[in-house]
Protein backbone atom coordinates (compact mmCIF):
# COMPACT_ATOMS: atom_id res chain seq x y z
CA UNK A 1 0.00 0.00 0.00
CA UNK A 2 0.99 3.49 -0.91
CA UNK A 3 2.66 5.69 2.47
CA UNK A 4 0.53 8.61 0.99
CA UNK A 5 -2.70 8.17 -0.75
CA UNK A 6 -4.48 11.09 -2.89
CA UNK A 7 -8.25 10.43 -4.11
CA UNK A 8 -9.44 10.35 -5.94
CA UNK A 9 -6.68 10.06 -9.27
CA UNK A 10 -8.66 11.70 -12.00
CA UNK A 11 -11.62 14.04 -11.97
CA UNK A 12 -13.37 16.42 -14.16
CA UNK A 13 -16.01 18.74 -13.25
CA UNK A 14 -17.81 21.89 -14.07
CA UNK A 15 -17.02 25.35 -13.24
CA UNK A 16 -18.96 26.33 -10.20
CA UNK A 17 -18.63 22.91 -8.90
CA UNK A 18 -16.81 22.38 -5.33
CA UNK A 19 -14.33 20.26 -5.42
CA UNK A 20 -12.72 18.57 -2.41
CA UNK A 21 -9.07 16.03 -2.92
CA UNK A 22 -8.06 14.07 -0.47
CA UNK A 23 -4.82 12.81 1.05
CA UNK A 24 -3.86 10.12 3.72
CA UNK A 25 -1.05 9.03 4.92
CA UNK A 26 0.59 5.97 7.00
CA UNK A 27 3.91 7.70 7.60
CA UNK A 28 3.60 9.15 10.69
CA UNK A 29 4.69 12.43 9.75
CA UNK A 30 3.55 15.67 11.03
CA UNK A 31 4.23 17.89 8.16
CA UNK A 32 1.69 17.99 4.84
CA UNK A 33 1.49 19.93 2.18
CA UNK A 34 -0.84 20.33 -1.36
CA UNK A 35 0.81 21.42 -4.39
CA UNK A 36 -0.35 21.94 -8.47
CA UNK A 37 1.49 21.18 -11.23
CA UNK A 38 1.14 22.95 -14.23
CA UNK A 39 3.59 22.58 -17.53
CA UNK A 40 6.73 24.99 -17.29
CA UNK A 41 5.68 26.00 -13.81
CA UNK A 42 6.60 23.14 -11.88
CA UNK A 43 5.22 22.93 -8.66
CA UNK A 44 3.62 25.45 -7.01
CA UNK A 45 3.00 25.77 -3.01
CA UNK A 46 -0.69 25.87 -2.22
CA UNK A 47 -1.04 25.48 1.82
CA UNK A 48 1.46 23.41 4.21
CA UNK A 49 0.20 22.26 7.62
CA UNK A 50 2.77 21.56 10.85
CA UNK A 51 0.25 19.77 12.46
CA UNK A 52 -3.18 19.76 13.21
CA UNK A 53 -3.36 23.24 14.58
CA UNK A 54 -0.71 24.44 12.67
CA UNK A 55 -1.92 25.71 8.76
CA UNK A 56 -0.13 28.07 6.48
CA UNK A 57 -0.81 29.28 2.93
CA UNK A 58 1.67 28.71 0.22
CA UNK A 59 2.71 30.54 -3.09
CA UNK A 60 -1.05 30.07 -4.67
CA UNK A 61 -3.59 29.93 -2.01
CA UNK A 62 -6.47 32.31 -3.39
CA UNK A 63 -9.40 29.94 -4.51
CA UNK A 64 -8.50 27.44 -2.28
CA UNK A 65 -8.68 25.74 0.91
CA UNK A 66 -7.94 23.08 3.29
CA UNK A 67 -8.86 20.97 6.65
CA UNK A 68 -6.13 19.19 8.55
CA UNK A 69 -8.73 16.41 10.24
CA UNK A 70 -6.15 14.27 11.66
CA UNK A 71 -2.35 14.17 11.78
CA UNK A 72 -3.05 11.44 8.69
CA UNK A 73 -5.41 13.26 6.60
CA UNK A 74 -4.84 16.36 4.97
CA UNK A 75 -8.22 17.44 2.04
CA UNK A 76 -7.58 20.33 -0.16
CA UNK A 77 -11.17 22.11 -1.33
CA UNK A 78 -12.04 24.49 -4.17
CA UNK A 79 -15.26 26.25 -3.11
CA UNK A 80 -15.64 27.45 -7.02
CA UNK A 81 -14.29 25.89 -9.40
CA UNK A 82 -12.64 27.32 -12.01
CA UNK A 83 -10.80 26.43 -15.71
CA UNK A 84 -7.60 27.93 -14.41
CA UNK A 85 -7.48 25.36 -11.57
CA UNK A 86 -7.29 22.96 -13.93
CA UNK A 87 -3.84 20.95 -13.17
CA UNK A 88 -2.12 18.12 -11.71
CA UNK A 89 -2.40 18.29 -7.75
CA UNK A 90 -0.10 16.62 -5.60
CA UNK A 91 0.21 15.78 -1.65
CA UNK A 92 3.38 15.45 -0.15
CA UNK A 93 4.62 14.69 3.80
CA UNK A 94 8.13 15.10 5.59
CA UNK A 95 9.31 14.66 9.22
CA UNK A 96 11.12 17.32 11.14
CA UNK A 97 13.96 17.09 13.69
CA UNK A 98 12.77 20.57 15.31
CA UNK A 99 12.26 24.37 14.34
CA UNK A 100 10.59 24.85 11.19
CA UNK A 101 12.94 24.00 8.68
CA UNK A 102 12.14 21.47 5.72
CA UNK A 103 15.35 19.82 5.87
CA UNK A 104 13.74 16.40 5.92
CA UNK A 105 12.68 14.83 2.19
CA UNK A 106 9.19 15.21 0.91
CA UNK A 107 7.32 12.09 0.18
CA UNK A 108 4.50 12.83 -2.75
CA UNK A 109 1.59 10.71 -3.50
CA UNK A 110 0.62 9.98 -6.82
CA UNK A 111 -1.58 12.74 -7.65
CA UNK A 112 -4.75 13.89 -9.04
CA UNK A 113 -5.53 14.98 -12.37
CA UNK A 114 -8.03 17.46 -12.20
CA UNK A 115 -9.91 18.87 -15.46
CA UNK A 116 -12.37 21.93 -14.70
CA UNK A 117 -14.51 22.51 -18.02
CA UNK B 1 11.23 35.03 -1.65
CA UNK B 2 13.33 32.62 -2.37
CA UNK B 3 13.21 31.45 -6.06
CA UNK B 4 14.61 28.38 -7.89
CA UNK B 5 15.70 29.01 -11.93
CA UNK B 6 16.21 26.20 -14.01
CA UNK B 7 17.19 27.15 -17.43
CA UNK B 8 17.23 24.17 -19.45
CA UNK B 9 13.83 23.30 -20.23
CA UNK B 10 15.04 20.07 -22.24
CA UNK B 11 17.95 18.16 -22.86
CA UNK B 12 18.45 14.77 -23.88
CA UNK B 13 21.91 12.89 -24.00
CA UNK B 14 23.22 9.30 -25.22
CA UNK B 15 23.05 6.52 -23.15
CA UNK B 16 25.86 5.60 -21.14
CA UNK B 17 26.68 9.37 -21.68
CA UNK B 18 27.20 11.85 -19.03
CA UNK B 19 25.23 14.64 -18.35
CA UNK B 20 24.28 17.92 -15.91
CA UNK B 21 21.49 19.47 -15.09
CA UNK B 22 21.57 23.26 -14.07
CA UNK B 23 19.61 24.82 -10.95
CA UNK B 24 20.74 28.34 -9.52
CA UNK B 25 18.53 29.95 -6.84
CA UNK B 26 18.20 32.96 -4.74
CA UNK B 27 17.75 33.50 -0.97
CA UNK B 28 19.01 35.49 2.00
CA UNK B 29 19.22 32.41 4.16
CA UNK B 30 22.66 30.77 5.42
CA UNK B 31 21.43 26.92 6.69
CA UNK B 32 18.69 25.50 4.16
CA UNK B 33 18.33 22.44 2.20
CA UNK B 34 18.70 21.39 -1.76
CA UNK B 35 17.16 18.61 -3.36
CA UNK B 36 16.58 17.27 -6.65
CA UNK B 37 13.45 15.25 -7.53
CA UNK B 38 12.50 13.21 -11.06
CA UNK B 39 9.17 12.62 -12.21
CA UNK B 40 8.66 9.86 -14.71
CA UNK B 41 5.79 9.28 -17.00
CA UNK B 42 4.23 7.64 -14.39
CA UNK B 43 3.86 11.24 -12.71
CA UNK B 44 5.46 10.38 -9.57
CA UNK B 45 7.97 12.34 -7.52
CA UNK B 46 10.97 10.40 -6.51
CA UNK B 47 13.54 11.64 -4.52
CA UNK B 48 17.09 11.87 -6.61
CA UNK B 49 19.15 13.21 -3.75
CA UNK B 50 19.62 15.67 -0.92
CA UNK B 51 21.58 18.58 0.14
CA UNK B 52 22.45 20.32 3.32
CA UNK B 53 24.13 23.91 2.80
CA UNK B 54 25.81 23.51 6.09
CA UNK B 55 27.89 20.62 4.37
CA UNK B 56 30.70 21.84 2.21
CA UNK B 57 30.82 18.34 0.61
CA UNK B 58 28.76 17.08 -1.84
CA UNK B 59 26.05 14.81 -2.02
CA UNK B 60 26.64 11.84 -4.35
CA UNK B 61 23.84 8.81 -4.84
CA UNK B 62 25.28 6.19 -6.85
CA UNK B 63 25.10 7.73 -10.31
CA UNK B 64 23.81 10.87 -9.55
CA UNK B 65 26.11 13.52 -7.95
CA UNK B 66 25.82 17.40 -7.12
CA UNK B 67 28.14 20.24 -7.37
CA UNK B 68 27.13 22.94 -4.89
CA UNK B 69 28.59 26.09 -5.32
CA UNK B 70 27.26 28.22 -1.86
CA UNK B 71 28.54 31.49 -2.51
CA UNK B 72 27.02 31.33 -6.10
CA UNK B 73 24.01 30.41 -5.41
CA UNK B 74 24.60 26.65 -7.37
CA UNK B 75 23.08 23.19 -7.35
CA UNK B 76 23.65 20.81 -10.34
CA UNK B 77 22.94 17.21 -10.73
CA UNK B 78 25.59 15.15 -12.67
CA UNK B 79 24.26 11.62 -14.20
CA UNK B 80 27.07 9.22 -14.95
CA UNK B 81 26.64 5.92 -17.28
CA UNK B 82 23.22 7.17 -18.06
CA UNK B 83 20.29 4.87 -18.17
CA UNK B 84 17.18 4.74 -20.34
CA UNK B 85 14.92 4.73 -16.97
CA UNK B 86 16.70 8.23 -16.62
CA UNK B 87 13.97 9.78 -18.81
CA UNK B 88 12.00 12.29 -16.92
CA UNK B 89 11.50 15.27 -15.52
CA UNK B 90 13.88 16.71 -12.84
CA UNK B 91 12.67 19.40 -10.51
CA UNK B 92 15.55 21.37 -8.25
CA UNK B 93 13.71 22.56 -5.29
CA UNK B 94 15.10 24.71 -2.60
CA UNK B 95 13.56 23.98 1.32
CA UNK B 96 13.91 26.45 4.05
CA UNK B 97 10.61 27.12 5.80
CA UNK B 98 8.78 25.49 2.94
CA UNK B 99 9.78 24.20 -0.34
CA UNK B 100 10.26 25.84 -3.44
CA UNK B 101 10.64 24.09 -6.66
CA UNK B 102 12.04 24.94 -10.38
CA UNK B 103 10.22 25.11 -13.26
CA UNK B 104 12.16 21.45 -13.99
CA UNK B 105 13.86 20.09 -16.80
CA UNK B 106 12.66 17.30 -19.18
CA UNK B 107 15.55 14.65 -19.95
CA UNK B 108 15.53 12.23 -22.69
CA UNK B 109 17.99 9.39 -22.53
CA UNK B 110 18.27 8.06 -26.01
CA UNK B 111 19.56 4.50 -27.09
Known amino acids: DADVTQTPRNRITKTGKRIMLECSQTKGHDRMYWYRQDPGLGLRLIYY???????NKGEISDGYSVSRQAQAKFSLSLESAIPNQTALYFC????????????????FGDGTRLSIL | AQTVTQSQPEMSVQEAETVTLSCTYDTSENNYYLFWYKQPPSRQMILVIR??????QNATENRFSVNFQKAAKSFSLKISDSQLGDTAMYFCAFAFNDMRFGAGTRLTVKP
Open chain 2, 51 to 56: QEAYKQ
Open chain 1, 49 to 55: SFDVKDI
Open chain 1, 92 to 107: ATSGATGGRGSNQPQH
